[in-house]
């Protein structure tokens, strides 16, 4: 069965530093989802991206954070300088159309921010 | 901002009797609902969704019923099994948001032997 794929699992990193988490989407897939969770909170959304470009961003997708995808398969979330509160679970999701909107999830990416 | 609400933070039951998650909603512009499960360390797996103009979504043993006027839906799960015991959420979307899914903060249900 097509899943999300994401890595790695855990990020560790310094305050200030560079990420880059990976997913690699189903591939006939069109939308593609960042959210994180924050521990013993709620799933948020981040941004989604469809035809290449941004369709919408929450108000903590600021300038700090970037999404790209460099090929078919791939989809990147940046953060440029990491802060403490971006500790948190990342779940990449994809979904083949908007209207009827199923989404599928990778098991997603820890980053602790040190 | 608690626009998906799921009221109940845990739920226990005993295997075979029904499970009822609960969720109730503010924003009258959702209009398509899914419930996703989650276990330790995965990510959210979609377990069964309905769109606003129906009441009713069925599938093997989940239901899921929308009560529009009062903004609020249920997961029936029917007979509990304990491997149903995982961390239930409720999430919502409407097509004038990119289709978002905004989430409940989770329901952790455990099926007891």
């Known amino acids: 069965e097509p899943e999300v794929t994401q890595t790695p699992s855990h990020q560790v990193t310094q305050m200030g530093q560079e990420v880059i988490l990976r997913c690699v989407p189903i591939?006939?897939?069109?939308?593609f989802y960042w959210y994180r969770q924050i521990l013993g909170q709620k799933v948020e959304f981040l941004v989604s991206?469809?035809?290449?470009?941004?369709?919408?961003k929450s108000e903590i997708f600021d300038d700090q954070f970037s999404v790209e995808r460099p090929d078919g398969s791939n989809f990147t979330l940046k953060i440029r300088s990491t802060k403490l509160e971006d500790s948190a679970m990342y779940f990449c999701?994809?979904?083949?159309?908007?209207?009827?909107?199923?989404?599928?999830f990778g098991a997603g990416t820890r980053l602790s921010v040190l | 901002d608690q626009q998906v609400k799921q009221n109940s933070p845990s739920l226990s039951v005993q295997e075979g009797r029904i499970s009822i998650l609960n969720c109730d909603y503010t924003?009258?512009?959702?209009?398509?609902f899914l419930w996703y499960k989650k276990y330790p360390a995965e990510g959210p797996t979609f377990l069964i969704s309905?769109?606003?103009?129906?009441d009713k979504n069925e599938d093997g043993r989940f239901t899921v019923f929308l009560n529009k006027s009062a903004k609020h839906l249920s997961l029936h799960i029917v007979p509990s099994q304990p491997g149903d015991s995982a961390v239930y959420f409720c999430?919502?979307?409407?097509?004038?948001?990119?289709?978002?899914?905004?989430f409940g903060k989770g329901t952790l249900l455990t099926v007891n032997p």
């Open positions: 999701a994809s979904s083949s159309s908007g209207i009827g909107n199923i989404q599928y």
């Open positions: 591939s006939n897939h069109l939308y």
């Open positions: 991206f469809y035809n290449n470009e941004i369709s919408e």
């Open positions: 924003n009258s512009m959702f209009d398509y």
């Open positions: 309905i769109s606003s103009i129906k």
């Open positions: 999430a919502a979307s409407s097509g004038g948001s990119n289709y978002k899914l905004t």
